[in-house]
């Protein structure tokens, strides 16, 4: 019953921001690494930013000093601000809890829809 919802996609002007945001519930948050990925039609999912319990993050070179992944430990929320928006950043985002225990699997919501197009 863990859900992973992702919510804040829709369609921007390039050069324009958006705010993605993911709510987990039924999950010991401390235990998962929160991270964004994107697929768009016919590509691979590719990673876009994670972040641990920690507050350590790492971006994908394509979205490093436009967009900022943070997360709330207290409200089990992890976001993307993507600031500088480009045509090419164009995808379905997913959230993604992972952990590292083996007896736990990994969890993926099912994706906003970001469009940014002129």
């Known amino acids: 019953q863990v859900q992973l919802v992702e919510s804040g996609g829709g369609l921007v002007q390039p050069g324009g921001s958006l705010r993605l945001s993911c709510a987990a519930s039924r999950i010991i948050f401390s235990l998962y690494t929160m991270g964004w990925y994107r697929q768009a039609p016919g590509k691979q999912r590719e990673l876009v930013a994670r972040i641990t319990h920690g507050h350590d993050t790492d971006h994908a070179d394509s979205v490093k000093g436009r967009f900022t992944i943070s997360r709330d430990n207290a409200e089990n929320t992890v976001c993307l601000q993507m600031n500088s928006l480009k045509p090419e950043d164009t995808a379905v985002y997913y959230c993604?809890?992972?952990?590292?225990?083996?007896?736990?699997?990994?969890?993926w919501g099912q994706g906003t829809q970001v469009t940014v197009s002129s």
């Open positions: 993604n809890a992972h952990t590292v225990l083996p007896t736990m699997p990994d969890y």
